[in-house]
């Protein structure tokens, strides 16, 4: 509204506002909109964090709620400006937008991240409302707030959570990517010497037809039934068992991510002794030495947690140097809150660039050299996700591999970033 | 004078090297054919020491090359054949069961001259093979063991 829409609504306003009659009405019907007034008022502070500043900025005026959230007494508050409580986590030109609205005589609206006397961080959707004198000029601000911190704290969690998930589903892509080629190569087998077995029966039935007096000559048949046929089957037969082992191992992974978890306080000496020992005739036999040291404690599920470390000594029989003794040394440790345990091997070692292919499902380095379906690493990898821990490798090929598995310490140093 | 290309299988299923094999000697191909089981038997092969001069000079070779395979995959021996000045005109048929379109993708830019998805057509696939042969043969001797 322009001004002079604004002069002209205020004159045709008094032309019809009928003159007071008398002192007493005039009183009354005053003494009415302030009580009036006074309720709105209240009503207000019930709800929203108040507070007024002169044209300057320095609070003339703060509600109950606001020293509440800002902790500051009210004689700590009036006479200062809002500066007291800035957190520093916007820019000043954000504050400088701020002031060119309210300065211009514009309201604004935005959201605050404050921070209280105790050091503490809280968050308010604000309105500041000027009061402008006759020039339109700003005499007092007045802000009204509304705390959202809580909000605010979920919409960050929020983000995470997105991100976690866009994360887990780039990782279920490669698996159903890997899953997929997988599959698919025995299903070529399976399909091509079908065709084979199809040309075989082929010839065959052409022998037969080709008949004299009933007998068909065993050369005919020879290539058939002595190599086409069998070899057909032997590859039939493979691809069926192979497409069968990497069913039933994508089974297993997926059952994993719905086995329950009972997340507790682990004695890791116990739990590493336990599956040292339940090795034993293994390691007995490869004549290891498995010297173990001081574990710390960590926060996991027992079974699970068995279950890694149980496929990590496992994985240093399997890829043992065969001229020489095995040695497997098992330690822990703390760092930066977390447990963090290592088994080290003087195994064959991984090569630099296969290193972060060891934990892709169904990859194996080397399929001839050792029996297994390439998914012991990432079962490991995936419980131990699940129970907020990590798992890595360290390896030079000749000389051992070792490997990390980091697990939370306990209940107050659980990290909060999985 | 005329020299038929060896057709080098790169494949680390046994089944699936038997199965181009004979399919391509179903489709009337003599050429003679050696049986790589991983990416670096193929590279042992072109960059070994003394590799050069065991191939005898003026052969001109076919390759085969399956994507995923264990020690070295088929998208670094394309890669490391790509940027060989003396290897780099070798014809490379990819031969793979994917057919993401990102690796298809991939193996064009890395410079492979056909992507065939398995399980294949065998009729294509020879007449592919088959040309590709003729081309090497007629165009690119000798275009291996040259300096």
């Known amino acids: 509204m322009t001004r002079e829409e604004l002069l002209a609504r205020l004159s045709a306003l008094e032309s019809v506002v009928p003159p007071p009659r008398g002192g007493g009405d005039h009183e009354a019907e005053l003494l009415a909109a302030v009580t009036e007034l006074r309720d709105i008022k209240a009503a207000l502070d019930e709800h929203s964090i108040v507070a007024i500043t002169d044209g300057a900025g320095r609070i003339t005026y703060v509600n109950d709620k606001f020293c509440a959230i800002s902790q500051y007494a009210r004689e700590e508050l009036v006479g200062r400006d809002h500066r007291i409580i800035n957190s520093r986590h916007h820019p000043p030109e954000f504050f400088r937008d701020l002031w060119t609205a309210i300065g211009h005589g514009r309201v604004w609206h935005g959201e605050i991240k404050n921070r209280a006397k105790d050091g503490s961080h809280y968050w308010v959707e604000t309105t500041i409302f000027p009061r402008l004198d006759a020039a339109g000029r700003p005499v007092q601000y007045v802000a009204i707030r509304t705390d959202i911190t809580r909000r605010k704290a979920d919409e960050l969690e929020l983000q995470r959570f997105t991100a976690e998930l866009a994360e887990k589903n780039k990782e279920l892509e490669a698996i159903v990517y890997t899953v997929s080629h997988d599959l698919r190569s025995p299903l070529v087998n399976v399909q091509g010497f079908s065709r084979q077995l199809a040309r075989a029966c082929e010839k065959i039935r052409a022998a037969a037809a080709g008949a004299v007096e009933g007998r068909v000559p065993a050369a005919a048949l020879k290539q058939p039934v002595e190599e086409a046929i069998p070899q057909a089957l032997r590859f039939i037969n493979a691809g069926v068992t192979k497409m069968e082992m990497l069913l039933a191992g994508l089974l297993r992974y997926s059952r994993l991510g719905r086995v329950a978890l009972s997340i507790g306080p682990l004695d890791m000496d116990g739990l590493i002794a336990n599956a040292v020992a339940a090795m034993k005739f293994q390691l007995d036999e490869a004549k290891a030495e498995v010297r173990v040291g001081a574990l710390p404690p960590c926060l996991g599920d027992a079974t699970q947690t068995n279950q890694v470390f149980a496929n990590l000594l496992d994985n240093a029989l399997k890829y043992r140097v065969p001229d020489r003794p095995l040695r497997i040394e098992i330690g822990g440790r703390v760092e930066h809150g977390a447990a963090i345990y290592t088994v080290a091997d003087n195994g064959v070692g991984i090569p630099c660039e296969h290193q972060p292919k060891i934990f892709e499902i169904f990859h194996r380095l080397d399929p001839d050299a050792t029996a297994g379906e390439g998914l012991g690493l990432t079962i490991a990898q995936r419980v131990l996700e699940r129970q907020r821990g990590r798992i890595w490798v360290e390896s030079a090929v000749g000389k051992g591999s070792t490997f990390f598995v980091s697990l939370p310490l306990g209940e107050s140093s659980v990290p909060t970033q999985s | ?147």
């Open chain 2, 1 to 147: 004078m005329k020299v038929e290309p060896i057709i080098l299988i790169v494949e680390d299923d046994e089944g699936h090297a038997i199965l181009i094999r004979e399919n391509l000697e179903a489709a009337g191909l003599s050429n003679c054919m050696l049986h790589f089981r991983d990416g670096q038997a193929a590279l042992d092969f072109f960059f070994k020491p003394g590799a050069a001069a065991a191939r005898g000079p003026g052969q001109v070779y076919l390759v085969l090359l399956d994507i995923r395979m264990p020690k070295v995959d088929g998208i670094e021996v394309l890669r490391q054949l790509k940027a060989d000045p003396s290897l780099r005109k070798l014809p490379v048929i990819m031969l793979t069961t994917t057919d993401d379109a990102r690796e298809v993708e991939r193996c064009h830019q890395l410079g492979c001259s056909v992507y065939i998805q398995k399980p294949v057509d065998y009729d294509r696939f020879a007449e592919a093979i088959r040309r590709l042969g003729m081309f090497v043969t007629l165009m690119l001797v000798p275009p291996v063991n040259g300096n």
